[in-house]
């Protein structure tokens, strides 16, 4: 019965796995300052684009200040304002309800600020900022790096075989911070633009190397490169997840005005998220290995199952090279 049991929580635990490997999919609104050259009006661009999930009947729509003219050019908002959009609100409306969606607001601004937030879905407005703080480009770039590995399994996946080929407490924390410090150097490197790599790749090595791992754990062998010397897989497979990392936050976007502070942490939250999952892992196996026996049995049907699921991974991202 515990073997069952066991058997299907991993099931259960990976399935999510397939849809949500890198993709959140939030709704995406994008909002561009035109430069006003001689006009005495504000011009911007929305854009808004609505995930596949969400049914044509309850597509949102955006509802804007009362001094703002719009007209809609195929999937761009072409809006005029007779005052700047800063401090204002920028609603956004479902016809039917929120079918438990984030939305990601990104914001350029004439004067060369930017702004980037995830609304939950419980927020249906974004406040144009005037100005924000440093501590608030902190605040924010640190949850979405806390969110991106939270929901990014692959490299969650990664990092569950690193912690059951380390082994001990000392090696799981050497094994972690050799990954820790190589996606960190990619991470910023690629951010700022000093190395440039085509992220579909980058993505088919990531789904790789939890195979890798998966196929070493199964074979058990334990004089194998990758179980006599973890933490130089780790810096290895970890220096091609920092450009995962950086793929995404690129995707999001950096403001010009504190590209730094937006950067560092954004992957401190990283490594808050990682840590978080770290800790739960350890402490989780620590109590199954008290099972013995079902344990024992068990964790192999866990580990085909992360190998079965990074091998999917890589097909379907080779396949859309």
Known sequence: MWKTAFKLAVVLLLLPGVLKAHDARP??????????????????????????????????????????????????????????????????????HNPSISTLVRSSFSSGASYQ????????????????????????????????????????LFLLCLIWIAGTFKRTLITVTGFTLAHSVTLALTTLGMIRLPIAPVEAVIAMSILFLAAEIIRNRRDTFAWRYPVAVSTLFGLIHGFGFASVLQDIGLPKTDLGTALLFFNIGVEIGQVLFVGTVAALLSVLRRWGEPMASAAPATIYGVGSLAAFWTLERVAGF
Request: one cysteine or more; charged letters at 15%; proline letters at 7%.
């Open 27 to 96: 709704l995406y609104l994008q909002i561009n300052e035109v430069e006003r050259a001689h006009s005495e009006a504000f011009h911007y661009t929305l854009k808004l684009q609505v995930p596949p999930s969400v049914e044509t009947s309850n597509r949102p729509y955006l509802t804007l200040p009362d001094t703002c003219d719009h007209e809609r050019m195929g999937m761009i908002i072409q809006v005029t304002c007779s005052a700047p959009l800063a401090g204002e609100s920028v609603h956004i409306n479902w016809p039917e």
């Open 117 to 156: 937030q995830l609304l939950a879905p419980s927020e249906s407005h974004w406040q144009v900022p005037t100005k924000r703080s440093t501590w608030a480009v902190a605040s924010e770039y640190s949850s979405l790096g806390i969110e991106h590995i939270l929901i990014g399994w692959d490299h969650l």
